[in-house]
């Protein structure tokens, strides 16, 4: 979820830390035992875990890993389990609340609030509606690039198109070559809002 890069946006320290329960060195962000488990984590569209395939001795962390999540391949070297919570690289939420900066990642992580259904937003939302049908709506990744997606998107109603990747004030978004804006949505990621069709 990192690569290496010594320069992590604040936010995305404050995310790791709420994820992982406790803080790590400023270079580093890993995802230890404890954060597998929170919806954090599935929101960045974390599918696939890499783990030695011989389970170290001592590490009762990996042999719970492995016993829980479907293993999709494994040779002698590694095995990659499939987290089956991940969400997608992009949806479509129907719903928002405003909170207050940084009250997101406590809402999520305890459960209190879904992301799969409801978008936290530290600014008042865009007028949203429920879909007359939620199975309708779509949100395909068409085009992607170092400095640009191009998504196809379509709901019967207006929503928040929300992508897990990290928000930024340099990214800039246009609704068939119309100008719109770039919300935070979920105390990282970036959010789009979306009219019908």
Do not use: K
């Not at 937003?121 to 779509?138: H, N, Q, S, V």
């Amino acid at each position: 979820i990192q690569g290496y890069n010594p320069v992590q946006p604040q936010r995305f320290t404050e995310y790791l830390t709420a994820l992982n329960g406790h803080p790590q060195e400023y270079h580093d962000a890993n995802v230890y035992f404890g954060g597998f488990n929170s919806p954090l984590l599935h929101l960045l569209n974390v599918r696939y875990i890499v783990i030695p395939a011989n389970e170290e001795a001592g590490r009762p962390d990996l042999q719970t890993l492995d016993r829980v999540l479907p293993t999709v391949y494994e040779d002698s070297r590694v095995a990659i389990l499939e987290n089956v919570d991940a969400m997608p690289r992009a949806w479509i939420d129907h719903d928002a609340r405003q909170i207050e900066t940084g009250e997101a990642l406590r809402l999520i992580d305890s459960g209190q609030v879904d992301p799969r259904q409801t978008a936290l937003l530290e600014e008042e939302p865009p007028p949203l509606a429920p879909a007359t049908d939620p199975a309708a709506d779509r949100a395909e990744l068409i085009d992607i690039g170092p400095d640009h997606l191009e998504i196809r998107t379509f709901s019967d109603a207006p929503g928040l198109l929300i992508l897990s990747e990290a928000y930024d004030p340099g990214w800039r978004a246009t609704i068939d070559g119309e100008e719109t804006d770039v919300l935070i949505a979920d105390h990282l990621l970036r959010a789009v809002p979306l009219p019908a069709g």
